[in-house]
């Protein structure tokens, strides 16, 4: 009889286990994108506050603050959170997306799981969807490292924010900055 209780806790401890909802590590994690000025000049920019989930279902969310915009320069990161993302009206980009939780599951520690997924992107009140190349790496049973295997070109026309970088183009006098931004991300989920 006690072996039969043992068997039964261990199954609701693995079930549980395989169940159990995946959080993103905001410390650990980044959302990087290179804005480009006068056709050459290239600038490395983050955000500094993302938060995020894998549910049992697969189904993944990551929110992005855009006003932890990071530009390294104090008046620009003011300048793109109001004039270019307009802050006080769009707070958050979001990303939704499905995983095959089989395959995750499969995972052994080191391994990695290389896959193109189909992501919708909230930005700007308006939602696209794109395909990108992903890894996910399984570093520990409880922790999870998921990567863009390729940087993600983002056209902000498409998101409502060419007019914003227009403006921001006029007040620093510039001849130009692209509206097309490479975005790159690494995302530690930790098991909980």
């Known amino acids: 009889m ?13 079930s549980s286990n395989a169940l159990a909802q995946w959080t993103l590590v905001n410390d650990e ?9 006068s056709s050459k000049v290239s600038e490395l920019n983050h955000f500094n506050t993302l938060s995020g989930t894998l549910n049992d279902n697969g189904s993944l969310s990551v929110d992005i603050d855009l006003a932890s915009v990071e530009t390294n320069i104090p008046i620009r ?14 707070t ?11 395959k995750l599951n499969a995972l052994n ?13 909230s930005l700007h009140g ?7 190349d992903i890894r996910v790496v399984k570093l520990t049973n409880d922790k999870l490292l998921a990567f863009s295997s390729t940087p993600i070109i983002i ?15 006029d007040i620093a006098k510039l001849p130009s900055i692209s509206t097309t931004v490479p ?4 995302l530690i989920f930790d098991k909980k």
């Open 183 to 186: 975005v790159s991300f690494s």
């Open 2 to 14: 006690f072996k039969k209780y043992i068997f039964i806790l261990s199954t609701l401890l693995i």
């Open 29 to 37: 994690s980044t959302v990087n994108y290179i804005s480009i000025k």
């Open 155 to 169: 056209d902000a026309e498409q998101y409502n924010l060419a007019e914003g970088i227009n403006k921001l183009r």
């Open 77 to 90: 990161n003011e300048r793109v959170k109001t004039i270019l993302f307009e802050t006080s009206s769009f």
């Open 92 to 102: 958050k980009a979001n990303i939704l997306a499905n995983l095959d939780l089989n």
């Open 109 to 121: 520690i080191g391994d990695t799981y290389t896959t193109p997924i189909k992501f919708k992107l």
């Open 126 to 132: 308006v939602s696209k969807e794109i395909t990108a």
